[in-house]
């Protein structure tokens, strides 16, 4: 999921590799939901897309994965993004899973 999330992984692919070193996988959590003991663990998966013709969140770095990549490689995201806005509205997809258990 980390990988296909736009405009994130298209402009600043070496974010995704920094978002997948510091979150544990989902296998993980669920193992470790059910080893605290909570029971009917369950997971699901959520995707929402939508369209930005802003630069602003990305250009101050609000998604924390840019914070965690270096200068060179922002800038030449940032660089295409903001190219690409100057066309039109850019595609933002975004998903994620939601991990329920009863204690």
């Known amino acids: ?5 736009k405009p994130l992984s ?3 692919q070496v974010s995704a590799e920094a978002d997948l ?7 993980a959590l669920l193992e470790a939901m059910n080893q605290a ?6 997971a699901r998966e959520i995707k929402k897309t939508s369209l930005t013709a802003d630069a602003t969140p990305f250009r101050e770095r609000a998604f924390s994965c840019l914070r965690l990549i270096d ?6 995201g940032l660089r ?14 975004s998903e994620c899973v939601c991990i329920w258990g009863e204690a």
Do not use: H
């Not at 003991?37 to 369950?42: A, E, Q, S």
């Not at 295409?80 to 997809?93: A, Q």
């Open 10 to 12: 298209r402009y600043w």
């Open 21 to 27: 070193a510091r979150y544990p996988t989902v296998a």
């Open 80 to 93: 295409l993004l903001e190219e690409d806005l100057r066309k039109g509205p850019v595609r933002m997809t």
């Open 37 to 42: 003991g909570y029971v009917n663990v369950t």
């Open 1 to 5: 999921m980390i990988r296909r999330r």
């Open 71 to 76: 200068d060179l490689q922002f800038e030449k």
